[in-house]
Structure formats: structure tokens, C-alpha cells
T-cell receptor
Framework: AQSVAQPEDQVNVAEGNPLTVKCTYSVSGNPYLFWYVQYPNRGLQFLLK??????LVKGSYGFEAEFNKSQTSFHLKKPSALVSDSALYFCAVRYDKIIFGKGTRLHILP | NAGVTQTPKFQVLKTGQSMTLQCAQDMNHEYMSWYRQDPGMGLRLIHY???????DQGEVPNGYNVSRSTTEDFPLRLLSAAPSQTSVYFCASTFLSSGLTHEQYFGPGTRLTVT
């Protein structure tokens, strides 16, 4: 069975500081991994994906994610947070179907 | 391209009523899916389809039916609405070409309230 976990319900970061949003997964084969963002009262927007290749993936709005096969993790990162990054972030994994984590609310403090 | 469209945007049902949430995409995507979003529960997969005539259950399929008679359409049917089905429903689609998964495109959502 496949699963994905986001261990933090909320992450608070001061503007200008680096941010990390954690994601771990469990699948019985090679996973396809994704990050999405949801702004208030809006749908989901794609940020980045890992299919194969380099473990460090770069995506939209300056975000990047690091795939770590040994730790079965795919943490989302950004070197310098902006207030406008405040939103709900979802990690997703696909093996036979695409399932999502519970989401992490990111608060960037001015 | 209109992308992924969903109708209606809002719906209020009484317990026991049935209804169909419509979803359509014009991108010729093979994979389509339905999710419900509830506070603290994230997005949970209800049903999904990898092509016309093929559907499968997701994480929370009870109380819902789907069909995929065409590539474009993937309606979600609530058989007998219950208050526990109050939620925001999202439809999504993506390519499955050459065995690779591309990112999903999401519809705007349907906010359903069951009283």
C-alpha cells in the first residue's frame, strides 16, 4: 500500500529565513512525488515533481525539493521565505494512484 | 482550453437525496480523479480512472459511484447524501503518456453541504 505523511500541521518561519516543509512516503516501488500549493479559497497549483534523475528538483516561485530514497523523504525547501509564500502545502505520491498528505500550513511572519 | 471544469460550484442537499457532480476536461488526459478536502484531513482520493471504461476505488469510496464513458467526462454520483459528505470536492486530471505521470490539473471545486 502507498502512503504519504506530512508530520507538521503548521510551520512558522520569519520572512527572509530558509523554510522546510517535510514529507515522507511509503510505496513498494519507485515513486513519483509532487508538491502542490493552495492559497485561500483557491484550487491547487502544481509546484514541482520528482520522476527520476537528480535528487534536487527545482520548481515554481523559487521552491525546490530534495528526494532522499534511503529516508523515503521529499522535503520542500526555499532559501529565503516571503510573506506571500503563506499558504497550505500538499505533498503527493503516485504509484498506481495519486494520493495526498494532510497538508502543512505555512505561515511566514513579517 | 477550458482545462478542468466542475459543476455546480455550490450545492446544498438534504440527507438521503442523490446528485451528480460533473467534471470535464478538454486536454485529452487519460487519468482523472475525484478528491474531497476536509479541514485537518487534507485531500482524500475517492475514485480514479486511467481511461475510458476503467475506474477504481481510492481511499474513501463508500457512498460514491463513478463512471467513465468518455475520455473527457468523469461524473461523481452521491447515492444517498449524508451529513458526513459535507465537503469540498475537487476533480483533477493528468497525462499518463509513456508511463510517465505529469502534474495534475485541478478544477475549481464544488462546495457541498448536506443538512
Amino acid at each position: 500500500a502507498q502512503s504519504v505523511a506530512q508530520p507538521e500541521d503548521q510551520v512558522n518561519v520569519a520572512e527572509g529565513n530558509p523554510l522546510t516543509v517535510k514529507c515522507t512516503y511509503s510505496v513498494s516501488g519507485n515513486p513519483y512525488l509532487f508538491w502542490y500549493v493552495q492559497y485561500p479559497n483557491r484550487g491547487l497549483q502544481f509546484l514541482l515533481k520528482y520522476i527520476t534523475g537528480d535528487n534536487l528538483v527545482k520548481g515554481s516561485y523559487g521552491f525546490e525539493a530534495e528526494f532522499n530514497k534511503s529516508q523515503t523523504s521529499f522535503h520542500l525547501k526555499k532559501p529565503s521565505a516571503l510573506v506571500s509564500d503563506s499558504a497550505l502545502y500538499f505533498c503527493a505520491v503516485r504509484y498506481d494512484k495519486i494520493i495526498f498528505g494532510k497538508g502543512t500550513r505555512l505561515h511566514i511572519l513579517p | 482550453n477550458a482545462g478542468v471544469t466542475q459543476t455546480p460550484k455550490f450545492q446544498v442537499l438534504k440527507t438521503g437525496q442523490s446528485m451528480t457532480l460533473q467534471c470535464a476536461q478538454d486536454m485529452n488526459h487519460e487519468y482523472m480523479s475525484w478528491y474531497r478536502q476536509d479541514p485537518g484531513m487534507g485531500l482524500r482520493l475517492i475514485h480514479y480512472s486511467v481511461g475510458a471504461g476503467i475506474t477504481d476505488q481510492g481511499e474513501v469510496p463508500n457512498g460514491y459511484n463513478v463512471s467513465r464513458s468518455t475520455t473527457e467526462d468523469f461524473p461523481l454520483r452521491l447515492l444517498s447524501a449524508a451529513p458526513s459528505q459535507t465537503s469540498v470536492y475537487f476533480c483533477a486530471s493528468t497525462f499518463l503518456s509513456s508511463g510517465l505521470t505529469h502534474e495534475q490539473y485541478f478544477g475549481p471545486g464544488t462546495r457541498l453541504t448536506v443538512t
